[in-house]
């Protein structure tokens, strides 16, 4: 019997071959659940008259005729027959079956068949998924008349079901299988689906990403029973609806939802229409009538950027136009409130821990126009974005000490500081020259500090605080370097 380590495993095999230290690592294994998980594929081979998993001392591969059948039988849900639900995928699985059925009645004995377990086993598996919905303020009820069901907010039920797939799509196998193998037991007839969204994406020439499609077109699949219940919900909307309504996205979904007979229900447009403006690549040369308002948050954030480096882009225009294509989807995830998932957000921040700040910071002067808070996995992404900027640039921010310039004088003065201390300390990178509140707030950023005004409460920082005069000679200079 398939588990959840041999689908791995299986998975894993299928893109390339590997050692074992490989497996170990990836899927967190120790040695003898990595030979018993083999042991399983095999003997699922075996019992279909396919090759076994080939092992030269402790190398693993898969015949092209095994890899073959595993490709086909993951894809048509054949393999689920002889799969073992882990915990987690029960309750992922029951979840999929709230959702999706809400105009069907659900009892015990559907999740019992579904998942081929124990009452005992069932019942311990609904009471730790609701602790996790109880979270979102969503609840799990049981009555004679409507059998189970999903009782919440109606975006936060979306949200929930969103989270987890963009889990599964972010993880290093990109791993569908858990939603094939529901829809394949549902005898969902999602390749018409697929197919229908991909026509028309290519017909209004919509561009997205492989996973950003792939997740549009899994939430299409998973929705729509919910679409044409006509729930009653408002989605988050903070645009002015001339320019929704304008937007090709717009018409994309209420093209989409007719093919369904949703066409009288304009939250649901809106919906789908967060969604592809989420999941779509921005493209500065293509009019839309949202770009004046996205170049101009992009030009914000970029001089904000800049202020608070201390620099001043060259290729200001190519940087806006790379910067674009990135935030008019990221603009709309934030506008709207939808999930995201960054799987190296905990490695970004590790690694540019500085810069992760600093955009940070810089993302602050966008607040007052989405009207929202930025997630850290947002973040995490454009945080990568800037890296590259830098790299490109050859500036460095993790590397280098990172010294601020407090100056309340004028232009010309600032000018001046900031010219002489980069010429002293070519190494350092400067941030400011900006005031002292402001400084105040970016503390974490910095390790050195230069004033040309002597401010007690920079003392307390307990960080190396040195004040210089606006315009120092030579000997002020050599002190200073000493």
Known sequence: MIDLNSKKIILTLIEKSCDQEYLLNLLNITKRQLHYSILKINAYLSSNEQ?????????????????????????????????????????????????????????????????????????????????????????????????????GDELSIRNFFLRNLLKDLSNNLDDTFLYD??????????????NDINEIMLKNEILLGEKRKKEFIYTVIFLLPRMTKKLEYIPVISMPNKIIIKLKEYHISSELLKLYKIDDNSYEVQYLTSLLLGNSVGNRD??????????????????????????????????????????????????????????????VKEEFNKLFLIVKETLKVIYPIINNDIPDDEISFLTIYFAAILDENKISTNQQIVAVIICQNGIGSSSIVYNRLKFLFPDFLFLGPMETAEALELTNFFDIIFSTVNNLVFYNQNKPFFIVSPIMSDEEEYLLLE
Do not use: C, W
């Open 51 to 151: 090759s076994v998993v080939v092992q030269n001392a402790l190398y693993y591969s898969l015949p092209d005729k095994s890899k073959a059948f595993l490709i086909k039988n993951l894809i048509n849900g054949k393999i689920g027959k002889n799969y073992i639900f882990s915990t987690e995928e029960r309750q992922k699985y029951i979840f999929l079956m709230l959702l999706y059925h809400v105009n069907t009645y659900l009892s015990s004995l559907h999740f019992l068949s579904a998942l081929n377990i124990s009452k005992t086993t069932l019942n311990n598996d609904i009471k730790q998924l609701e602790l996790l919905l109880s979270s979102e303020d969503i609840l799990i009820t049981y009555t004679r008349e409507k059998g189970y069901s999903l009782v």
């Open 181 to 194: 193998l529901f829809l394949n037991q549902e005898k969902v007839d999602y390749l018409d689906i697929k």
């Open 286 to 347: 293509i009019k839309t009538v949202d770009q004046e308002l996205i170049l101009n948050i992009v030009q914000i954030i970029l001089s904000r950027f800049e202020q608070l480096l201390g620099i001043k882009f060259d290729n200001n225009d190519d940087i806006s136009k790379k910067l674009y294509s990135h935030f008019r989807p990221a603009y709309y995830r934030i506008l709207f409130r939808l999930p995201i998932i960054n799987p190296i957000l905990d490695k």
